[in-house]
């Protein structure tokens, strides 16, 4: 399996594309969107309170920054740990937050989907834990990153190398580090490329690794998406 786009968002064009139409399990670039919703919709100042019930349903060993029953955080500090961190549990937290259910939440991410052209992608959990009824294209992930990067909110987050969560009345402080090698450089076999503005990341269940970053070299502004199988190694994310 092997899907790409690249887009050059200074001139508004496609400049390479392969099997951009093959539908695949988004995985957590489906987070991309779970994000650009709470940017948009969300007050990053409102005082969040964890209901432990929400996060019943998350595996044991999923990733997340280990968010307590009655914690409170600020939706800022969820946005963060959604983009930076890629926690699954801030995910269903603020998503819960901003739209009442998490359930309701995916209908308005699947709304948004639509509205932006993704024909070929359905969104079926805030997280992007595996659904095999959700689907994504790395069109149409390009699509809803390029009306991401509209949102200043969305960027500082989607950029962020790294975030400290303050203490809260649960939890002492918390420092988060980008999943996103590109971005980091901590990895070997992933150098730092200081080309990339920011990225999501993500691992299926079928071994394939998923990429969407954003990316300046000097005026020229750029979008990749990607889905490709590479070495084990490689981050995991989901």
Do not use: W
Not at 205 to 214: P, Q, S
């Amino acid at each position: 399996l092997y899907a790409a786009v690249l887009y050059d968002q200074t001139n508004d064009a496609l400049i390479y594309v392969d099997n951009p139409d093959q539908k695949y399990d988004p995985a957590s670039l489906v987070k991309i969107m779970t994000a650009l919703i709470i940017a948009e919709k969300g007050n990053m100042e409102d005082q969040v309170t964890v209901d432990g019930s929400l996060l019943a349903g998350l595996p044991q060993n999923s990733v997340g920054i280990e968010l307590l029953d009655g914690e409170i955080l600020t939706l800022q500090d969820l946005l963060y740990a959604i983009l930076v961190k890629s926690a699954n549990d801030a995910a269903v937290v603020a998503a819960n937050h901003i739209s009442g259910s998490p359930e309701a939440f995916v209908q308005e991410m699947n709304t948004y989907a639509k509205e932006l052209g993704c024909h070929d992608t359905h969104f079926t959990n805030v997280h992007g834990l595996y659904d095999e009824q959700q689907t994504a294209t790395a069109r149409d992930i390009a699509r809803i990153l390029i009306e991401a990067t509209k949102n200043e909110l969305f960027m500082e987050a989607f950029s962020a190398i790294e975030y400290i969560i303050p203490a809260t009345n649960l939890s002492k402080s918390r420092e988060l580090f980008t999943t996103n090698y590109l971005m980091s450089g901590e990895s070997a076999l992933v150098p730092r490329d200081r080309r990339v503005t920011g990225g999501r990341t993500g691992i299926m269940d079928t071994g394939e690794r998923n990429l969407a970053i954003t990316a300046k070299n000097n005026e020229l502004k750029s979008i990749y998406s990607f889905v490709k199988k590479v070495v084990d190694n490689m981050n995991d994310n989901t």
